[in-house]
């Protein structure tokens, strides 16, 4: 059984940054692709990027250029750097196996922009 645990959001302005965190137990995660998503207020959750086992990346349109995923295989870690935020990035973010995810989703992080 494979627990996700998402950290890092918070409150930040527009133009500000936040780095998430993603950690993944029970399981060693190394071979997969892992993602992040997001979750806003009366919306679905939706893709935003995800890594490959050997680091290749992929982003939606709206974040490229500004969100940077990464992973520490060692630390069975998946990081999300997100600078130049806008208040349309406010949702709750979550981490799990991309592009289908696998996993059962963890609680997610909040991050909230203010313009």
């Known amino acids: 059984q494979v627990q996700l645990v998402e950290s890092g959001g918070g409150l930040a302005q527009a133009g500000g940054s936040l780095r998430l965190s993603c950690v993944a137990s029970?399981?060693?995660?190394?071979?997969?692709?892992m993602g992040w998503y997001r979750q806003a207020p009366g919306k679905q959750r939706d893709w935003v990027a995800r890594?490959?086992?050997?680091?290749?990346?992929k982003y939606e349109d709206s974040v490229k250029g500004r969100f940077t995923i990464s992973r520490d295989n060692a630390k069975n870690t998946v990081y999300l750097q997100m600078n130049s935020l806008k208040p349309e990035d406010t949702a709750v973010y979550y981490c799990?196996?991309?592009?289908?995810?696998?996993?059962?989703w963890g609680q997610g992080t909040q991050v909230t922009v203010s313009s």
């Open positions: 029970g399981r060693i995660f190394s071979d997969y692709t």
């Open positions: 799990n196996t991309a592009p289908s995810h696998i996993w059962s």
């Open positions: 890594i490959t086992s050997a680091g290749l990346t």
